[in-house]
C-alpha cells in the first residue's frame, strides 16, 4: 500500500487510480452515499481497499482518515473522508463498525454529541472545499473558475452552516469567551474574502488555510467547549441542530479533476 504525506496527495493519487466517487455516512440509515451517482451502499456491498490516517501538525485539513472503497456489485470505486472520528459515537451501526474495524487506531477519536453530528458532518464539505481549491491552484485552472465553485458552495451550504452555528450555538456561549470571538471572527473573515468583488489568488490561498484553521477549531476546541458546559439541552437548538442537509455536489465544472 502507498504511503501519502498529505490528504491532498492522497486524494489526487486515488482519483488516478480509479476512486472518483466522492462517498459520505449517512449513519441514520447506515449507509455511505454515493454523491455522484446519488446510489446507497450498505456495509455487506462494498470493500475498505486501503486506509490512509493523517495527524497533521501544520495542515489542519490533514487531521482525518481517508478510505479507498470499492464495490465490485456497483462497479465503483471511491474515497470516503472521516474526519476527527466524528462518528465514533455512532450506535449499532455496521458501517461504523466496519469503518472502525478497518482504521488503524493511533489516537483517541473525538466523542461528539448527537446534537453536533450534522454540523461536524458538513465540516466534511468545508474541507472538500479546501482540497478542491488547492488543486485548482496546483492545475492553474482560472481564478475565476474557481471563485464561480466557491460561489455556489458559499450561497448552498457554507452561509447557511455559519447562520446556524451563529444563531444556536454562538449565541449561547458567553460573550467574555474568547473561543466564541475567534470563532466569529473568521467567521467574518471567510465572508469578507468570499464576497469580494475581485478575487486574486492569494485570497483563494488565504480563504483555503482559513477554513482549515477555522474546522479545526471548532472540531478540537468550541465544540467541546459547548458540549462539556452543556449548552444543547435546549429543544430549539436541538431541533435545528438535528435537521440533516443531503450535499448534493455542483459537477457543471469540476476543475479539481
Avoid at 464539505?125 to 485552472?141: E, T, V
Wanted: net charge negative.
Amino acid at each position: 500500500m502507498k504511503h501519502y504525506t498529505t490528504v491532498s496527495e492522497a486524494l489526487n493519487d486515488l482519483y488516478k487510480r480509479g476512486y472518483t466517487i466522492d462517498f459520505s455516512l449517512l449513519s441514520e440509515s447506515d449507509c455511505i452515499y454515493c454523491h455522484n451517482g446519488s446510489r446507497s451502499l450498505n456495509a455487506d456491498e462494498f470493500v475498505i481497499d486501503e486506509v490512509h490516517r493523517f495527524e497533521g501538525e501544520t495542515d489542519p485539513g490533514d487531521e482525518m482518515v481517508i478510505f479507498a472503497i470499492s464495490s465490485t456489485q456497483e462497479n465503483i470505486k471511491g474515497t470516503l473522508l472521516n474526519a476527527y472520528g466524528i462518528y465514533s459515537d455512532s450506535n449499532n451501526s455496521k458501517i461504523v463498525e466496519k469503518l472502525n474495524y478497518h482504521e488503524n487506531k493511533t489516537t483517541t477519536p473525538i466523542k461528539r454529541a448527537k446534537e453536533l453530528v450534522q454540523l461536524s458532518r458538513e465540516h466534511y464539505h468545508g474541507l472538500r472545499l479546501c482540497w478542491k481549491i488547492k488543486m485548482g491552484l496546483s492545475k492553474n485552472i482560472e481564478t475565476e473558475r474557481i471563485k464561480k465553485y466557491i460561489n455556489w458552495f458559499y450561497e448552498n451550504y457554507l452561509l447557511p452552516h455559519f447562520e446556524v452555528e451563529e444563531k444556536y450555538l454562538f449565541s449561547r456561549i458567553e460573550k467574555t469567551s474568547e473561543n466564541r470571538d475567534k470563532a466569529l471572527a473568521q467567521h467574518k473573515r471567510i465572508r469578507q474574502i468570499i464576497e469580494k468583488e475581485t478575487t486574486t489568488t492569494d485570497d483563494l490561498i488565504e480563504l483555503q488555510n482559513l477554513i482549515n484553521d477555522h474546522t479545526r477549531f471548532e472540531e478540537r476546541v468550541l465544540f467541546n467547549e459547548i458540549q462539556e458546559a452543556g449548552l444543547l439541552e435546549n429543544q430549539e437548538v436541538i431541533n435545528e441542530l438535528s435537521k440533516e442537509t443531503k450535499f448534493c455536489e455542483n459537477e457543471s465544472d469540476p476543475f479539481w479533476k
